[in-house]
């Protein structure tokens, strides 16, 4: 998905056949499109969500493109970002869309509610609003549990409760966030994998919160060039793939600590950061990789798509012996 240089959005979905990557359906929209994801869609509808430069949040039958099935003008401009959960199979509860967008707004949306947020979270009052550049959802492991989290441009991650309604956490990381991630969203918050400008990604062990530290992390720094995606491998959630600004792939595995948690001097629990071990590297383009994801049905096989206006799919080998 994106846009032509004569300023309209497009749709391409592709077919794997034989090795080659054969186009079978190309769908051009009057706006540029942004992001997109299927999340929040049933295994058998298959619905893709759409975020556009105008700040239209869309939902489109494949199928039948020419009109949305649902439509929100979610945001005064662009939609950066955008991630569903309660679809697929994944997470448990109702199907739901965030979207991040430049105006600083946080929103999370119910397909079955129009116009109107189940959610909104933005800075208060007079605060200065910061460009939102990644959100995500993660603890949806029953009905009523839900996070979602959201990084910024001056380096803000923060994590909000969907049950309360409130804060959780936040922390700056100093450096613009490119991506957040959960390891998986439909259990209790167990990792985050934050990517961010300079090449250096964060990972945080969500499984115990301080009330002063916050949760324990690992810092790596994977290249000099901005890292703009991670996504963790369905099959086994401590691996995971960064994509860099110089067209590189980096392959990682988390390890635990022995103890994954502690007590402070005050007798409070607090967590323990494990380790990143790079398991292995590729260059595949000059441009950067602006997107990457992983099959959940065949192991190893993921799918990108860089600056130079190219998609690859791509098999990562062995990853059942690591």
Same mark, same amino acid.
């Given at each position: 998905?994106g846009?032509?240089a004569?300023g309209? @959005?497009?749709l /391409?979905?592709y077919?794997?056949c034989?090795?080659?990557a054969?186009?079978?359906?190309?769908?051009?929209?009057?706006k540029?499109i942004k992001?997109? &994801?299927?999340?929040s869609?049933?295994?058998q509808?298959?619905?893709?969500?759409?975020?556009?430069f105008d700040?239209n949040?869309?939902?489109?039958?494949l199928e039948? !493109?020419?009109?949305p099935v649902?439509? $929100?003008k979610?945001?005064?401009?662009i939609?950066?970002?955008i991630?569903?959960?309660?679809?697929?199979g994944?997470?448990?509860?109702?199907?739901? =869309?965030?979207?991040? %967008?430049?105006?600083?707004?946080?929103?999370v949306w119910?397909?079955r509610?129009k116009?109107? !947020?189940?959610?909104?979270? /933005?800075?208060?009052?007079g605060?200065?609003?910061?460009d939102?550049w990644? =959100?995500?959802f993660?603890?949806?492991?029953?009905?009523?549990?839900?996070?979602?989290?959201?990084?910024? *441009?001056?380096?803000d991650i923060?994590?909000? *409760?969907?049950r309360?309604?409130?804060?959780?956490?936040?922390k700056?990381?100093?450096?613009?966030?490119?991506?957040v991630?959960?390891?998986?969203?439909d259990?209790?918050?167990n990792?985050?994998?934050a990517?961010?400008?300079?090449g250096?990604?964060h990972?945080?062990?969500?499984? &115990?919160?301080h009330?002063t530290?916050?949760?324990a992390?690992?810092?790596?720094?994977?290249?000099?060039?901005?890292?703009?995606?991670?996504?963790h491998?369905?099959?086994?959630?401590?691996?995971f793939?960064?994509?860099?600004g110089a067209?590189?792939?980096?392959?990682?595995?988390?390890?635990? !600590?022995? /103890?994954?948690?502690k007590m402070?001097?005050d007798?409070?629990a607090? @967590?323990?950061?494990g380790?990143?071990? #790079?398991?292995?590297?590729?260059?595949?383009s000059?441009?950067?990789i %602006?997107?990457?994801?992983?099959?959940? *049905?065949? #192991?190893?096989l993921?799918?990108?798509?860089?600056?130079?206006? &190219?998609?690859? $799919?791509?098999?990562v080998?062995?990853?059942?012996?690591?």
């Amino acid at each position: 998905m994106g846009n032509y240089a004569r300023g309209t @959005g497009v749709l /391409q979905v592709y077919e794997v056949c034989q090795g080659d990557a054969v186009l079978l359906k190309e769908i051009e929209k009057s706006k540029p499109i942004k992001c997109g &994801t299927f999340g929040s869609a049933s295994l058998q509808q298959r619905y893709l969500a759409t975020g556009n430069f105008d700040g239209n949040m869309n939902i489109w039958n494949l199928e039948a !493109p020419e009109l949305p099935v649902y439509s $929100v003008k979610a945001h005064k401009e662009i939609i950066n970002c955008i991630d569903g959960v309660g679809g697929l199979g994944i997470g448990e509860g109702a199907p739901e =869309v965030v979207t991040g %967008s430049r105006d600083g707004m946080v929103k999370v949306w119910d397909p079955r509610q129009k116009d109107t !947020p189940v959610a909104n979270m /933005q800075a208060a009052g007079g605060d200065n609003q910061r460009d939102c550049w990644t =959100v995500a959802f993660g603890h949806a492991y029953n009905q009523q549990e839900r996070c979602v989290c959201a990084g910024y *441009d001056n380096g803000d991650i923060k994590l909000f *409760d969907l049950r309360t309604m409130s804060l959780r956490w936040e922390k700056n990381i100093r450096n613009g966030v490119c991506c957040v991630e959960f390891d998986r969203k439909d259990i209790t918050m167990n990792k985050l994998v934050a990517t961010s400008l300079e090449g250096k990604f964060h990972v945080f062990d969500m499984r &115990t919160q301080h009330p002063t530290k916050g949760f324990a992390s690992v810092t790596e720094k994977a290249s000099k060039s901005t890292i703009w995606q991670a996504r963790h491998l369905p099959q086994n959630r401590d691996i995971f793939m960064t994509a860099g600004g110089a067209g590189n792939l980096y392959l990682w595995k988390y390890e635990y !600590p022995a /103890q994954r948690s502690k007590m402070d001097p005050d007798n409070v629990a607090m @967590g323990v950061a494990g380790t990143v071990t #790079l398991l292995q590297n590729a260059t595949i383009s000059t441009q950067p990789i %602006s997107s990457l994801d992983w099959s959940p *049905d065949k #192991l190893g096989l993921c799918v990108c798509s860089a600056f130079d206006q &190219t998609v690859r $799919v791509l098999i990562v080998t062995k990853l059942n012996r690591v």
